[in-house]
């Protein structure tokens, strides 16, 4: 038997937008460990695309920025679920790089909804799906103050501050567990619309204590973990996954390389 004991759970995947993208992985390594995945997309230009990754896995369109869409999600699920992964993350970047204080408000309102607040309004209408114990998983970002993250970085905060009120909510009569991951920069498809993402991406892996990038797939393992039994005693907590990044803001090898330059 595997460790993680994923043989026969299912869980609702929400953020396979390509190949690359966190999501993606996360469901690829569940259905390896034995596990059985059903998937919601955005539009319904993205169920071929899903489909063509997981072909025979169940695709539900959930528009999560649509409040009919996400109260309708619950009567396309037939089953009980052990858990759920919501990988979802929109900002307009259309015009390129602003200041922070020349955010507009619709822009921000839109993230705010599909970024955040969405994992508020999935949990209430899943919740008549999920097993006693379940597992809800969020994706966030390594470090939410003042980074090059464009507004999500408040945005991310903000949902790193959720992870912890949902958990506490819920635990009033289930033992549902909400946690998230705070990932390091990756390289997928998604990021590419960040302005600047390239410059800080290379930046984070000089950081790094062994010098090499943070990969999807080592966040998606740790999903995984959160998403089985096995992390029972992780609750309301934003677990960081960026291969040290965070503790080296004073590298040598980086310093002595600004300090010629």
Known sequence: MSFLNLTGKVFLIS???NKKSVATHVAQTLISEGARCLFTV???EQITQVEKLFPGSPVFVCDVASQDDINSLTSKINTQLDGFLHSLAFANFSEGPKAFHETLRRDYLEASQISCFSLVEMTRALKP????TASIVTISISNTRATSYGYLGPIKAMLDSTVAYLAKSLSA????RVNAV???????????GIPNYIENYLFAEALTLRKKALETQEVANSVTFLLSARSS???ATTVLVDAGMSCNGFDQDVVQKYAKD
């Open 182 to 192: 705070g990932a390091g920069p990756l390289k997928t498809s998604a990021s590419a």
């Open 15 to 17: 953020g396979v937008a």
């Open 233 to 235: 005693g992780i609750n």
């Open 129 to 132: 799906h999920f097993t006693p």
């Open 42 to 44: 955005q539009k319904t």
């Open 173 to 176: 009569d289930s033992h549902i």
